[in-house]
């Protein structure tokens, strides 16, 4: 099945700064990767996701970025703000099948 | 409003006994998941179902079961066969397809 890897699992910035998260998948069939946000004692959300026929996805100060011949994706906040602090979770799945999810990146935004 | 509800959202159970989770959803969406969730794992899948009357196991399924008489309902039981039953249980919904999950808040589940 596929395998998920995410690092790192813990990253502390200074607001202002950029947080780069990296993920790594196994099964080159993989067509689909979200990034979920989720604050203490709440439910992930979903903050951007990008299919692998898209190389970039930019949202206002979020943006991901996907190569799949090397089969990683990234997460890239910029101008990063304290309530940014949550723990990040990617994933990867292909049609017909649930996510797998990284084991998650615990982000700190100090002001 | 549209979203999908677990209930309840703390339990305490008694090693030995089994207890159902509740998840429900009214978004009129296909496939449902459970997933488990501890300090430092990730999220896990337990069990998903893509359609009513079927189901799929995921990665950790050993010591739970599942039911989908109705689209709107996806119950988790976890049986005392489960080893290590204490966690935070989260189920989830989607349209069919790879697309994004809509997760409900949550069940706390803790054994004495």
């Known amino acids: 099945g596929e395998n998920v890897e995410q690092h790192p699992s813990t990253l502390s910035v200074q607001e202002g700064d950029s947080a780069v998260i990296k993920c790594t998948y196994s099964d080159s069939a993989s067509n689909y990767f979200p990034w979920y946000k989720q604050e203490l004692g709440k439910r992930p959300q979903l903050i951007i996701d990008?299919?692998?026929?898209?190389g970039e996805k930019k949202d206002q100060r979020i943006a991901v970025t996907l190569n799949k011949t090397a089969k990683h994706f990234s997460l890239h906040i910029t101008e990063t703000q304290p309530e940014d602090s949550a723990v990040y979770f990617c994933?990867?799945?292909?049609?017909?099948?649930?996510?797998?999810f990284g084991k998650g990146t615990s982000l700190l935004v100090t002001p | 409003d549209g979203g999908i509800t677990q209930s309840p959202k703390y339990l305490f159970r008694k090693e030995g006994q089994n207890v159902t989770l509740s998840c429900e959803q009214n978004l009129n969406h296909d496939a449902m998941y459970w997933y488990r969730q501890d300090p430092g794992q990730g999220l896990r899948l337990i069990y998903y179902?893509?359609?009513?009357?079927?189901?799929q196991k995921g990665d950790i399924a050993e010591g739970y079961s599942v039911s989908r008489e109705k689209k709107e309902s996806f119950p988790l039981t976890v049986t005392s066969a489960q080893k290590n039953p204490t966690a935070f249980y989260l189920c989830a919904s989607t349209t069919s397809g790879a697309g994004e999950l809509f997760f409900g808040e949550g069940s706390r589940l803790t054994v004495l």
């Open positions: 179902s893509q359609i009513v009357n079927d189901f």
């Open positions: 994933a990867a799945s292909k049609a017909g099948y649930a996510l797998n």
């Open positions: 990008i299919r692998s026929n898209v």
